[in-house]
């Protein structure tokens, strides 16, 4: 809605046939935006081979599950010089990928590719609200192509290079919101929320920094902004599981009651996976883990955060 209204000739694929036809005809997704008005441009359609064969610009908004057979079934019908651009946080689940390698894999070389990403609830957005995301690429000129065509009058499209930080960041953040949720579900107080989120941002730049990444990217929208918006915005399913969880709710019941996809389900495993292949510790994300497994509660994780030895803020040479 955000591209047809900058006048770009917009259309969204879909699966579901009667949601599809409430976009296209009622300019409305009652499923998942009820109420929030969409551009009256905006095409919607079943048909994925259409849509994509006469798209010059292709930007991917299933969830991370969804993310590897979705390229798939683009992938035949894309115009030679047409871009793939995405929003989806996370990572492969079961490989642990990154979502730009998912792509260079299945895409091939040579196609440009970008990341949209930063602190942006779909809801605010569709309602015209003032938002600012990054898009990061190797190339510079697909980057300035994907921010130009997202940039307006409420909405700020910055531009970055680094695909494999604003991928982090994104896909962390989510982990990250299930432990302030946690927390304010415990009532454990602003004290504690505070030093979560800070001490969250330390384990993406440290697992960022063992990636070899560069800390601006998470210091930035894909970083900070983005884990400031989810670990404080009630809109944020992450952040509702926690507090759900936090509140003596199970798994099962708090996603059913969501209704949407959680990615921190997933995402939690696939940021562990990689700590442990660097050898890092990341307390929070490995007790927001254990606690989505249900193999220790809330109060657990809290004691066990609590109990851990005293330390320096910063090791030695982290931003180095
Ligand atoms: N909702 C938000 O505010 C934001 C979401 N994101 C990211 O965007 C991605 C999608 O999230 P939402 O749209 O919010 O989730 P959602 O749960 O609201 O909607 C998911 C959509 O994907 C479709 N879908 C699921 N599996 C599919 C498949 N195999 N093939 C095709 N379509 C499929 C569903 O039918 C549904 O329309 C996630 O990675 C999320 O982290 C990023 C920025 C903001
Ligand atoms: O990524 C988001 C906002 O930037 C949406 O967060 P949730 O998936 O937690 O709702």
Not at 59 to 80: D, G, N, Q, Y
Not at 184 to 193: P, S
Request: hydrophobic letters at 45%; proline letters at 5%.
């Amino acid at each position: 809605t955000l591209l047809a209204r900058h006048e770009y000739p917009t259309v969204i694929w879909g699966r579901n046939a009667e949601q599809v036809a409430a976009i296209d005809q009622r300019h409305e997704n009652p499923r998942y935006l009820p109420g929030v008005p969409l551009t009256e441009s905006l095409r919607a359609t079943t048909d994925l081979a259409a849509a994509v064969a006469s798209a010059d610009l292709l930007l991917v908004v299933t969830p991370s599950h969804a993310f590897t057979e979705t390229l798939h079934a683009l992938a035949p019908h894309r115009r030679a010089h047409a871009g793939v651009a995405w929003a989806t946080k996370g990572f492969e689940p079961g490989s642990g990928r990154f979502l730009h390698e998912v792509a260079e894999e299945i895409l091939g070389p040579g196609v440009p590719l970008a990341v949209v990403t930063g602190p942006s609830f779909a809801k605010e957005v569709a309602q015209g609200l003032p938002t600012a995301v990054t898009v990061h690429s190797d190339d510079e000129q697909f980057a300035q192509t994907v921010a130009n065509a997202l940039h307006g009058p409420a909405f700020r499209a910055y531009t970055g290079n680094d695909m494999m930080g604003a991928e982090l960041g994104g896909a962390m953040k989510n982990v990250l919101a299930v432990a302030t949720g946690i927390s304010d579900g415990m009532a454990l107080g602003l004290n504690a929320r505070a030093g979560l989120i800070t001490r969250g941002l330390n384990e993406m730049l440290r697992l960022n920094v063992a990636l070899g990444g560069r800390a601006e990217t998470l210091m930035g929208l894909a970083g900070l902004g983005d884990l400031v918006l989810t670990c404080t915005g009630d809109l944020s399913r992450n952040r509702r599981l926690g507090l759900a969880l936090g509140r003596g709710q199970s798994l099962g019941e708090a996603v059913a009651e969501i209704g949407q996809v959680v990615e921190s389900v997933q995402t939690g495993d696939e940021v562990m996976r990689l700590g442990d292949r660097h050898g890092l510790e990341l307390p929070i994300s490995a007790l927001v883990r254990a606690v989505l497994h249900e193999k220790i509660t809330p109060r657990e994780g809290l004691q066990r955060l609590l109990a851990r030895e005293q330390k320096p803020e910063y090791p030695d040479g982290l931003f180095e």
